[in-house]
């Protein structure tokens, strides 16, 4: 598995890369940037980025330049304090995935692996939330079924 790192805090990206290789997943780029981002996925071409929500850049708008170049690739967005609006910002970017930069470093390999295999990951504290949010969007869904949705990411 490929992943692309892009966060503007070097100690960050040098922490979780070591996390992502201690896993046995294989970290292709880093980026600081948004654009340095887009860029390095261009060329790279990852199965995962892991994109810091609030880089110079706007983590957001580089996520979705992304998955409108690379349509395959997952993208899962990092913040430091997790939040309603945040999340529903990165579901509606297309990121499968929003995590709390204090992940347990242990489970993050975990966590991307299952990205990548399919899966979402996004705060179990945060989705009652997100999933009112998208249904007040989309009024014709408001009364359907609720999509299985298998959360990777634990967090109270």
């Not at 294989?26 to 860029?39: F, H, L, P, R």
């Not at 990121?95 to 179990?124: F, H, M, N, S």
């Amino acid at each position: 598995m490929r992943v692309l790192i892009a966060d503007d805090h070097a100690p960050t990206r040098a922490d979780l890369r070591e996390s992502l290789e201690h896993g046995g997943i294989d970290v292709v780029a880093e980026a600081a940037t948004g654009a340095e981002a887009i860029d390095s996925a261009v060329r790279t071409r990852p199965d995962v980025c892991l994109i810091d929500i609030y880089m110079p850049g706007d983590g957001i708008a580089t996520a979705g330049n992304i998955l409108h170049a690379l349509p395959s690739t997952k993208v899962v967005l990092i913040t430091a304090t997790p939040d309603e609006t945040g999340a529903l910002a990165a579901a509606r970017a297309g990121a499968v995935g929003y995590l709390g930069k204090d992940i347990d470093p242990r489970r993050l390999p975990q966590v991307i692996q299952a990205v990548a295999a399919g899966e979402t990951a996004y705060p179990r504290r945060l989705m009652h939330k997100l999933l009112q949010a998208l249904r007040q969007a989309s009024p014709e869904r408001k009364h359907s079924p609720l999509p299985r949705c298998v959360i990777s990411y634990c967090a109270a």
